[in-house]
T-cell receptor, first 118, second 110 residues
């Protein structure tokens, strides 16, 4: 079974340019999450999709970030225009929907996209 | 959300048992304790989850005392490939997003 895949693995862009990151979750996983780790900092939550709907976007830094999940399958995270402080590793994770209280469902992470803004 | 405190780093020789303790004094009644492992250039990977007492799987054991204010991840007979950052997370099980702390950087040396 394929895991969570992210593309590209690494992107280097100039300040002011646009970059789009893609995440393909595990098939059948309704939950899709985006996280980010800026160098030297902790992994921080950005956004949570349940199918195609945004369940929680409280972690999105600002309106330069736009996430979509059309059709409830893969997701894209677009940064426009990119700034130097957007550099970091962007992780995507997916998990099955939890329907029973106390039910454990682990999150499966992709390998991340390293974004460098110069 | 309950705050967690872990050692920043640990070193161990190959073949030893490694115990990483995490403090979570403000854990709530509905919170579970989950550990993730992260290798360089990879995303975090689920290791184990528990609510109370002891949980064991093929990778590790998780010990949780009765007051649940701390937990200990135990890795039996570590090898070089266990070198990674280990994160202790506390929160409601289910769909809620994960909250990562700084983690413990474990270095296994020959």
């Amino acid at each position: 079974e394929a895991g969570v895949t992210q593309f590209p693995s690494h992107s280097v862009i100039e300040k002011g340019q646009t970059v789009t990151l893609r995440c393909d979750p595990i098939s059948g996983h309704d939950n899709l999450y985006w996280y980010r780790r800026v160098m030297g900092k902790e992994i921080k939550f950005l956004l949570h999709f349940v199918k195609e709907s945004k369940q929680d976007e409280s972690g999105m830094p600002n309106n330069r970030f736009l996430a979509e999940r059309t059709g409830g399958t893969y997701s894209t995270l677009k940064v426009q225009p990119a700034e130097l402080e957007d550099s970091g590793v962007y992780f995507c994770a997916s998990s099955q929907e939890v329907r029973l209280a106390g039910m454990n469902t682990e999150a499966f992470f992709g390998q991340g996209t390293r974004l460098t803004v110069v | 959300l309950a705050k967690t405190t872990q050692p920043i780093s640990m070193d161990s020789y190959e073949g030893q048992e490694v115990n990483i303790t995490c403090s979570h004094n403000n854990i709530a009644t509905n919170d579970y304790i989950t550990w993730y492992q992260q290798f360089p250039s990879q995303g975090p990977r689920f290791i184990i989850q528990g609510y109370k007492t002891k949980v064991t799987n093929e990778v590790a054991s998780l010990f949780i005392p009765a007051d649940r204010k701390s937990s200990t991840l135990s890795l039996p007979r570590v090898s070089l490939s266990d070198t990674a950052v280990y994160y202790c997370l506390v929160g409601r099980s289910g769909n809620t997003p994960l909250v990562f702390g700084k983690g413990t950087r474990l270095s296994v040396i020959a």
